[in-house]
């Protein structure tokens, strides 16, 4: 799960992370309070979506006045932010936060996720702040310092101490980033968070080490524990077709190809996006129905599926193991009776009661075309978008 940047600064605040102080608006009459509460020579406005790159793509302005501020957050609210984690189609902004300015000497890069190869949390700090960190790791990997926390021990404080001095900081403001880093880490781990990013912090004149951004996602498997983060979600920012497959508890991605997908396993399903791939077509999403889906969760994974118009062709691959294959073909009838589909359905169905869900689908009123390996169903797919 995401959160907006003054969101997740709420939560490192409530840690003791020195954050740059803002307002969120809504619409464009809340300005005025919240110029009149920050009361600042320099303000920020920065759009609040769920991408990184706003200032590259006109999201981010400085204002020197109430009256710039209230002009500049009246072009950004309500426009198409485009920027290189948004695609082509972007996003509309709906929320926008005003900040207090802050005078910057210097811009850092901190970062803490999970290293998957160590299994272990990474904490990842570079002088090249206030830059994209893919750009860096890819042109200058050996500007980001990495420093890795033991599980059974938790965060140490030489932890912090090793960055600040390898980032070539000294004295008390060695002192200071550690400490910033040591809350930073507090607020990843107490909140099951699975990024934590800080893209810049800035050094002011004054040598304080403040947030200036901030970014925070979240282990959707822990957010039971976290019922005050959920009241974060902003399902505006989310998939539409996500959002409705996480209702009926389906694992649903949505993706930029042509071949609906539904299975049953996650292996099966990427193994299926690949065979698909390389049967010269590209898959519209990810959907694992899961090992017990019944024949209604199986109708309403199929109706998601459909849904959406990038889809020309939808491939079933189901192996029946835990989930009969009749229970499969018995959802996708029911579905069939409530969403009219004019597009092809390949269906490949292979174990526990195969052999009635073949006779389901022949019985039924749809002209499904059926395939006995994984290679026949990519091949008819693509062949009936053809």
């Known amino acids: 799960m995401k959160i ?7 939560i490192l605040k409530k840690h003791g992370v020195p954050i740059q102080e803002g307002k969120v608006i809504f619409n464009i009459d809340e300005v005025k309070q919240a110029t009149d509460e920050i009361a600042s020579d320099l303000y920020v406005v920065k759009a609040q979506i769920h991408a990184g790159g706003r200032g590259k793509g006109g999201g981010v302005k400085l204002a020197k006045s109430p009256e710039e501020t209230r002009e500049i957050a009246e072009k950004i609210l309500g426009m198409n932010l485009v920027t290189h984690q948004t695609g082509p189609e972007g996003k509309i902004v709906k929320r926008v936060l005003i900040a207090q300015g802050i005078d910057i000497k210097k811009e850092l890069y901190l970062g803490i996720t999970i290293d998957r190869s160590r299994k272990c949390p990474v904490i990842m700090a570079s002088m090249e702040g206030g830059v994209e960190i893919e750009k860096v790791a890819a042109e200058t990997p050996d500007a980001i310092i990495k420093e890795w926390v033991n599980p059974k021990t938790g965060f140490m404080p030489y932890i912090g101490r090793r960055l600040a001095y390898n980032l070539g900081l000294e004295g008390k403001l060695a002192s200071k980033f550690a400490s910033f880093v040591a809350k930073l880490y507090s607020a990843f781990e107490q909140n099951d968070s699975s990024l934590a990013e800080i893209n810049p912090v800035v050094i002011t004149e004054d040598d304080d080490v403040i947030a200036l951004d901030a970014k925070m996602n979240f282990d959707d498997n822990a957010l039971y524990r976290h019922p005050e983060i959920v ?21 649903y991605i949505k993706l930029d190809g042509e071949v609906g997908c539904m299975v049953n396993g996650a292996g099966l399903a990427m193994a299926t996006m690949d065979i698909i791939k390389l049967a010269g077509s590209s898959p519209a999403n990810f959907l694992d129905v899961g090992g017990g889906a019944n024949v209604e969760a199986v109708a309403n994974a199929f109706r998601i599926l459909t849904s959406d118009k990038d889809v020309k062709a939808v491939l079933i691959n189901i192996f029946g193991g835990i989930v009969r294959c009749d229970r499969v073909a018995g959802g996708v009838i029911e579905a069939l009776k409530l ?3 004019k597009v092809p359905i390949v269906v490949r169905l292979q174990g526990t009661n195969a052999t009635e869900a073949k006779q389901m689908l022949n019985d039924a009123d749809f002209d499904f075309i059926t395939a006995e390996t994984m290679q026949d169903a990519a091949e008819n797919v693509v062949a009936a978008l053809k």
Request: zero cysteines.
């Open 231 to 251: 009241e974060f979600r902003d399902l505006d920012e989310e998939n539409p077709l996500e959002v409705e497959a996480g209702k009926f508890g389906l694992n």
């Open 4 to 10: 907006h940047e003054y969101q997740a600064k709420e």
């Open 339 to 341: 969403v009219d589909v």
